[in-house]
């Protein structure tokens, strides 16, 4: 990730879809597809920047890719209960030798695993 001032963008269609060719401050250019890069002209914004190891017309094409929102998290934060409620209820079996209700030793169990 770095820093780079978006000087300008443009709109290209190509096979039906929309891409949008980016030209920085510094003189490099490339494309993305976020259509998030046409509000940004004239902003200085944190992005990837990756070499597309293709050239046209004598200059050097890159790809450009915004740093998504919340930093780099992809997946939601996962639900727990569940495998808690799982593994009480496996617990309580294997130990439905104390003489408790297998049902009641769950419960306990899964409480305690919500302990913090």
């Known amino acids: 990730m770095e820093k780079v001032k978006i000087e300008n963008v443009t709109i290209k269609d190509w096979q039906g879809k929309k891409f949008y060719n980016i030209t920085t401050e510094d003189g490099r250019v ?3 597809s976020d259509a998030k890069f046409l509000e940004l002209i ?5 992005c990837d920047v990756k070499d597309s190891g293709k050239e046209y017309q004598n200059v050097k094409q890159y790809y450009f890719n915004l740093q998504k929102e919340g930093g780099q998290k992809n997946f939601p934060v996962k639900n727990w209960e569940f495998e808690k409620r799982r593994a009480s209820l ?3 079996t294997r130990h439905d030798n104390l003489g408790k209700d297998p049902l009641v030793l ?3 169990f899964y409480q305690y695993l919500n302990k913090k």
Do not use: L, R
Not at 42 to 46: A, L, P
């Open 90 to 92: 496996d617990f309580a």
């Open 30 to 32: 490339g494309s993305s």
């Open 42 to 46: 004239g902003k200085e914004v944190e």
């Open 106 to 108: 769950a419960e306990t």
